[in-house]
C-alpha cells in the first residue's frame, strides 16, 4: 500500500507568542499579604492548575535556597509538594506552606543528587542507560534498557552501589533505548521520517520549526510530503550533548504557521511556552502513533544513546515510537513543554519516552513560540474546514500526518478530540490519534 499523502501544513503544531505565566507570578506575594498572622505550620495546601504550581515551584527554589531539594506535582490533590532539607531556617519554610505548598522533610539535597548524577556520569556512561532525579522518592531513578547486561550491567549496578544507601535505584526496561527518527504532521527527508514540533519565529524574523536534533543532523532539507519538494532548512541543530533540538526555517518566507496542535480532525491551542514539573499530566502527538498521555517522571534526565550522551532531557512514561521524534509535547491547557527525543518501548508495551524541554531549545536557538509577525495577514488555523500553511485546506476528508484520516473517520489511537481534554479522554466527540498504518508508509523507518 502507497503512503497516504499528507496536507501541506507547514508544521505539526503552531504556537501563540510566549507570555509570562501571569497569574501564577503573583502566587507568593498574595500568599504572604493574605496571612492573618496564623502558624504557617497550620496553612493548607492551596488547590492550583499544574502551569501555576510549576510557577510557583520556580519560586520556592529561590526562597528555601539550599533547603529546597525538588518538587512535584500531585495531579489527584492538585497540590505542589516541596521537599526540603531539615535546618535551622524554618522561618522560610513557614512562608512556603503559606504560600500553598505542601512540605515534605527528606534525606537527599540537590547537591548530593547532583553529585551522584555526575558520579555516574564518569563510571557508568553505557549506551542504554539513563538517569534522573525523582523528587517524588528523592533519589536518583537509573534505568538500564535490554542491551545492558553481563559485564555492562555489573558496572551500573557497583557505581550505584557506590553512591550509598537511599541515594539512588535502579529499574530495568524491556525496550530499547534509541532516538525515534522515522514521524504532530510529518516531515520527510529522504528515506528518514520525523515529525516537527512547535512553530516559532527565529531571531532575524523568519517562520521556522523547532523538532528534535537528531532529525536536524540526519538531513538539511525537509519536505511535509513524502517524496516532496524541500520546504524547509536546517538553520541550528543540536545532537548529542546539550540537547536534542533543532531549528528549521521555512523557504517560503511568507509561510503561514496556525498557533495550534494538530490532534487529527480538530486542535488545541498553543498559548505560550513552560517549564515541565515532575507529576504534570502531559500529552503527546506524532505522526506514527497519534495522540497519548502520561505523566512528567524526571528533570534534566541524562539519556545514553548508541549515537551519544544527551542532558537535560524531561523523562516521561508516555509511548512513542520511531516516526515521533520532534513531535510535541503539551498540557490540556494549552501549553508547550517539549519536543519528542527518544525511548524504549511502543504503544503497545509501554517504556519511557524523553523529551527536549522547548523553553531551552527556545532561548538556545534565539527564537520566540508561534508564528509572530510571519504569519502575515492569512490565515491560521486547522480545524475542519479552515485553511492553514500555505493556503492548503486541512479539514474535515484531508488525510494528515503519516497515513493519518481526518475528518470524521477514525486515524488510530481512538482518542477523542474536539473541545474539552485530550489525551485518552473525551474531548468533543471525534477519533483521531495514531499515525501510520502498519506497511503503508512506504518510507524506511530509521532509529
Known amino acids: 500500500m502507497s503512503h497516504k499523502r499528507i496536507p501541506k501544513r507547514k508544521a505539526a503544531i503552531a504556537a501563540g507568542g510566549v507570555v509570562a505565566l501571569g497569574a501564577a507570578a503573583i502566587l507568593l506575594p498574595q500568599a504572604n499579604a493574605n496571612q492573618d498572622g496564623s502558624s504557617g505550620q497550620t496553612a493548607a495546601p ?21 533547603s529546597f531539594a525538588g518538587s512535584y506535582y500531585d495531579t489527584d490533590q492538585q497540590q505542589l509538594v516541596v521537599n526540603v532539607i531539615p535546618g535551622d531556617n524554618n522561618n522560610v519554610i513557614v512562608q512556603a506552606k503559606k504560600a500553598g505548598a505542601e512540605i515534605r522533610e527528606v534525606d537527599n539535597s540537590l547537591a548530593e543528587l547532583a553529585a551522584g548524577a555526575q558520579t555516574l556520569k564518569s563510571d557508568a556512561t553505557i ?8 523528587p517524588r522518592t528523592n533519589k536518583i531513578l537509573v534505568t538500564a534498557d535490554s542491551t545492558v547486561t553481563g559485564g555492562k550491567w555489573d558496572q551500573l549496578e557497583s557505581t550505584v552501589q557506590t553512591l550509598g544507601s537511599g541515594m539512588a ?8 533505548f534509541k532516538t525515534f527518527l522515522s514521524g504532530g504532521d510529518a516531515i520527510f527527508a529522504g528515506g528518514a521520517r520525523c515529525s516537527a514540533g512547535f512553530n516559532v519565529t527565529a531571531g532575524d524574523g523568519s517562520p521556522a520549526f523547532l523538532t528534535a536534533g537528531h532529525c536536524g543532523v540526519a538531513a538539511a532539507e525537509w519536505s511535509d510530503a513524502d517524496g516532496g519538494a524541500p520546504i524547509a532548512t536546517v538553520d541550528q541543530a543540536t ?33 505560550q511556552a513552560a517549564d515541565a514539573e515532575v507529576g504534570l499530566q502531559v500529552f503527546r502527538m506524532g505522526s506514527t502513533t ?9 528533570l534534566d534526565a541524562t539519556v545514553n544513546y ?12 508516555v509511548c512513542a515510537e520511531p516516526g515521533d521524534s520532534g513531535g510535541s509535547l503539551f498540557t490540556q491547557d494549552g501549553l508547550a513543554i517539549g519536543l519528542t527525543s527518544g525511548g524504549s518501548g511502543d504503544c ?19 527564537a520566540t513560540l508561534g508564528a509572530g509577525d510571519a504569519a502575515g495577514g492569512g490565515e491560521a488555523g486547522a480545524g475542519a474546514g479552515d485553511e492553514a500553511g500555505a493556503g492548503e485546506e486541512a479539514g474535515a476528508g484531508e488525510e494528515a500526518g503519516a497515513g493519518e484520516e481526518v475528518g470524521g473517520e477514525e486515524a488510530g489511537a481512538g482518542q477523542e478530540v474536539g473541545g474539552e481534554e485530550v489525551g485518552g479522554q473525551e474531548v468533543g466527540g471525534e477519533e483521531a490519534g495514531a499515525g501510520a498504518e502498519d506497511g503503508s508508509s512506504g518510507v524506511t523507518e530509521t532509529h
Not at 492551596?46 to 539550599?66: F, I, R, V
Not at 496542535?261 to 491551542?269: E, F, P, S
Not at 548508541?306 to 512514561?317: C, D, F, Y
Open 46 to 66: 492551596k488547590t492550583l492548575k499544574a502551569s501555576d504550581a510549576s510557577d510557583l515551584a520556580s519560586q520556592l527554589a529561590d526562597l528555601l535556597g539550599e
Open 348 to 366: 503497545t508495551v509501554g517504556g519511557e519516552t524523553f523529551f527536549q524541554p522547548v523553553t531551552t531549545a527556545l532561548e538556545a536557538v534565539g
Open 306 to 317: 548508541p549515537e551519544g550522551t544527551v542532558t537535560g532531557l524531561i523523562q516521561t512514561n
Open 169 to 176: 535505584t535502579i529499574k530495568k526496561s524491556a525496550g530499547t
Open 290 to 298: 497519534g495522540l497519548s498521555d502520561g505523566q512528567v517522571l524526571g
Open 127 to 134: 549506551p542504554g542507560t539513563a538517569w534522573a532525579v525523582d
Open 239 to 271: 545532537f548529542p550533548g546539550d540537547g536534542d533540538f533543532a531549528l528549521v526555517k521555512y523557504d517560503d518566507p511568507a509561510t503561514v504557521a496556525p498557533s495550534e496542535v494538530n490532534v487529527g480532525d480538530q486542535t488545541v491551542a498553543i498559548s
